[in-house]
Each structure stands twice: as C-alpha cells, then as structure tokens.
C-alpha cells in the first residue's frame, strides 16, 4: 500500500472518530510503531492532526477531507473518463509539473492527470513561489499531447484560463475574469494560477505540462506569505467544498477545449477572450527583467495569444507571453 493511501486511511479513521488513541491507530491499521509514530507527525506539520496526552491521542483538524481518484474518476465526463488517466493522489510532493516530468513512461491516455495535497516548491511564472496548505486547495498539473504547431502555444494558457472559468462558473462562481496571461481573477484579487511547460515535440504533436493551483481555502498561516491581493472559492461563495469535484470538472472543460483548440487554435476562443479579459482598456505597465520596458493600454489580444498594447503614441506594440509580467498602472 501506497504511503498516501496509508495516510487517507489513517485520516478516515478520524472522520469516523474525532479523537483516536494510538494504540486503536495502531490495531486498525497494523502499522509498524515506529511507521505510524512517522505518519502522524508528519500529519502535525502539515496541519491535518493535533496530538494530545503526550502524543498517545490524536485528533483531527476540521474540514479536513483528502482528495479521491474514485471522485475524480466520478465526476468525469464520460468523454474525459476515455481520454484521463488519473495518478495516484499524493500526499506532498515538491511539485507536481517536477513529478510528471519525472515520470518516464509512455503517455499512452491523452492526458495523465497528476493531484496532492500539499506542495513544498511549487512554482509560477518569473519563479513566484506558490503557497498550498495541505488538503485545503486544488494542486493539479496534467500532461498532454496536442496537435498543434508550436507557433500556436501562445494562446494554450489563456485557452486554459478560460476552461477554469467555465468550470467554476459551472459549479455557481461568477465574475471571473483572466488577467492575461495566466491568472485568474475574482473582484481584483488573484483565485487562481496556471504554468505551462512544453516538454518536448512529438512528430505534429506538442507535449506540455500544464500546473493549476486555485486556492479554495487559504489559511493564515499561509496567507502571511502570500505577496499580493488573493481571494479563495470559500470566501466568494461562502460553502464548503469537494475539491474532487472542482478537479473533475475543469478537467471536463479543458478535454472539450482542447480539441477545440486543436481544430481552431486561440482564434476559436476570440469571443470568451473577450467577456473575460480583465485587463481590456486599463492603463498597464509591461515589466521584462526588472524594468519598464511599454506602459499603455491593453487592447485585447492577436491571432497568436499575444497581448496588444496601444501606447500613448497610438502604436500597438504585440507582447510575448513568458518572459514578462503585467501590472495596472496606479
């Protein structure tokens, strides 16, 4: 048995039980001592367990619930259950774009579809660190093979954002909006993250690793360390929620638009472009290694993905994804 699925049945003790001595941890599920001792402190860092009497009874932090493949696998569509290959769920791992680079099988599915709990390194664009307390947000990454030119991997992230969008707007959030080019957000303040990598080309095939994180329920301690306006799903809609069903069903989105985006590239997605742009006719300033490089205003996007900006000279001038970061002017 898997260490996460050791520790997911660990943690359905709890949910069972709210407090739990370690000697009944220990007959339920025949570990070693030593093995659980090393489980459950691991589950205290993390924030899932509290330990009380010295440490020979345990109980469990609230609202805690793991993520589930069989959930996952359940929300499906059935033309995602075809074309999904769902990994294990972990526990934590460094990253899950690191993990699926690691892993050197054949990509025989479409898509293979990587989940934890919790993240120690992840990363964003211009390598901003993301922040992920365990079993609280969604932490996905998901390898797949498109048929496109490379020409055309521009407009992949902004195809993914607008995918999130339809997800969440799916499960009753409204009011989203992409801040070019992979972020989106809620009323000013960032919900949610994407990082694309290309890994390699496949004879007419890309290969990319595309990382999702969306904060459903950003606690303070992490809150802390977080360096810019955010808003998580709890706070806007006021519920709790089934992380395996927000992993599903953006997955759900992005199987239909992938093909679609296959078929028609970034000029197919023009029209949600549109509606969901949050940077559209807002004064801007365009940052590339540190320094000021366009200030001006966002003008939508061109065939390729890229950003256009009209300056104050009238000029548009067309910004590359990938090496820049865009802020409002204030």
């Not at 093995?35 to 932090?61: H, I, P, Y």
């Not at 499906?76 to 099988?105: E, G, R």
């Not at 706070?235 to 992005?254: D, E, F, P, Q």
């Amino acid at each position: 048995m898997s260490d996460h699925k050791q520790l997911a049945s660990l943690i359905e003790l709890f949910q069972i039980s709210p407090s739990l001595s370690f000697e009944r941890l220990q007959l339920a599920l025949k570990l070693d001592e030593i093995v659980l001792n090393d489980f459950l402190m691991m589950l205290e860092e993390l924030g899932v367990l509290t330990a009380r009497c010295d440490k020979r009874s345990w109980s469990l932090q609230k609202d805690t619930r793991m993520l589930s493949s069989g959930l996952i696998n359940k929300a499906l569509s059935n033309d995602a259950i075809l074309k999904v290959y769902i990994l294990p769920p972990l526990l934590t791992v460094n990253s899950t774009n690191q993990y699926l680079k690691s892993i050197k099988t054949k990509l025989l599915n479409n898509i293979r579809l990587c989940v934890t709990e919790h993240q120690s390194d992840g990363r964003g664009r211009q390598s901003k660190r993301w922040f992920a307390s365990i079993a609280k947000n969604v932490i996905m990454s998901l390898q797949v093979r498109l048929k496109i030119p490379p020409a055309e991997l521009g407009g992949v992230s902004l195809m993914v954002g607008i995918s999130i969008i339809s997800a969440l707007n799916e499960l009753g959030v409204a009011g989203l909006r992409i801040k070019w080019p992979n972020d989106i957000y809620s009323e000013g303040k960032k919900l949610a993250g994407i990082l694309i990598e290309s890994t390699k080309l496949v004879g007419s095939s890309v290969e990319l690793i595309i990382g999702i994180g969306v904060n459903v329920k950003v606690m303070e301690a992490e809150a802390e360390e977080i360096d810019q306006a955010w808003v998580d799903l709890e706070s806007i809609v006021g519920k709790k929620w089934c992380r395996s069903t927000i992993i599903a069903t953006i997955m759900n989105h992005l199987v239909t638009n992938f093909v679609r985006y296959e078929k028609y590239g970034i000029a197919g997605f023009q029209a949600d472009w549109a509606e969901l742009d949050y940077l559209l006719s807002k004064e801007i300033v365009i940052i590339s290694a540190g320094k000021c490089v366009t200030v001006g205003v966002a003008a939508g996007i061109n065939e390729r993905g890229e950003l256009l900006v009209r300056t104050h000279d009238s000029e548009i001038v067309n910004i590359l994804s990938g090496d820049i970061s865009v802020r409002r002017s204030d």
